[in-house]
């Protein structure tokens, strides 16, 4: 009796392994099946992927970006520094908040990047934005101080380095949406943003913004 029911049990055991060993085998053959697909596919992958990147560019209702004609290799932000008011920060990368209004950076000592937008140094209007501080100060305190003709460097993961200059100052309502801060299709532009002002109690911040608008030095 025990004999027979430890030959059941061997014989479940190999039932159980051989279908262990087909569904390995299974596996093995839909992988060779899918790698060979993705071989003999691999020029119509790479002959469509910049008209793909343009279509998801436009589905934010941005203009599709183009590389400027400097050809730079464009990559992801990494860090920021504008020497005449001592500002060296990282930079994040920001989206939208639920009200449609750009994402802060949650340090006050942190840059964003609206990742929705453009690669500074390329064509377009990049945006980094940062805060002012009120009890502390903000990595861009001291933004209202820039000049026309400052320089700006920005770097990117890879280290390479692009220098824009001050073009000019503007500041702005909180409730403006103005369209060359974001959407300037028309040469190669970062635009820096700050709180501008003094607190509101009512408002739970302050009122306005101040836009640096500058461009790349080709």
Not at 46 to 72: C, D
Not at 96 to 119: Q, R, V
Request: with cysteine.
């Amino acid at each position: 009796m025990s004999f027979r029911l430890a030959h059941k049990e061997f014989l479940g055991l190999v039932i159980q392994v051989k279908g262990i060993l087909l569904a390995i085998l299974l596996v093995l053959i839909l992988i060779l099946l899918e790698f060979n697909l993705i071989k003999s596919n691999v020029s119509y992958v790479l002959k469509f992927t910049n008209e793909i990147t343009n279509k998801i560019a436009t589905i934010r209702n941005f203009s599709v970006i183009q590389p400027s004609k400097s050809h730079l290799d464009y990559r992801l932000p990494a860090r920021l520094k504008i020497p005449t008011i001592n500002v060296d920060a990282p930079i994040k990368h920001m989206g939208l908040t639920k009200a449609g209004n750009m994402e802060a950076p949650k340090s006050i000592y942190d840059l964003g990047w609206y990742s929705y937008g453009p690669f500074p140094g390329m064509e377009g209007s990049a945006v980094i934005a940062g805060h002012l501080g009120v009890e502390t100060r903000g990595v861009f305190a001291d933004l209202k101080m820039l000049k026309i003709g400052d320089e700006i460097f920005y770097t990117d993961i890879s280290g390479q380095v692009i220098t824009f200059v001050v073009r000019g100052l503007q500041e702005y309502s909180r409730e403006d949406r103005p369209p060359e801060v974001f959407s300037s299709s028309k040469g190669v532009h970062l635009n820096l943003i700050t709180c501008i002002g003094e607190w509101d109690n009512s408002l739970g911040g302050i009122a306005n913004r101040l836009v640096v608008f500058t461009d790349m030095v080709e």
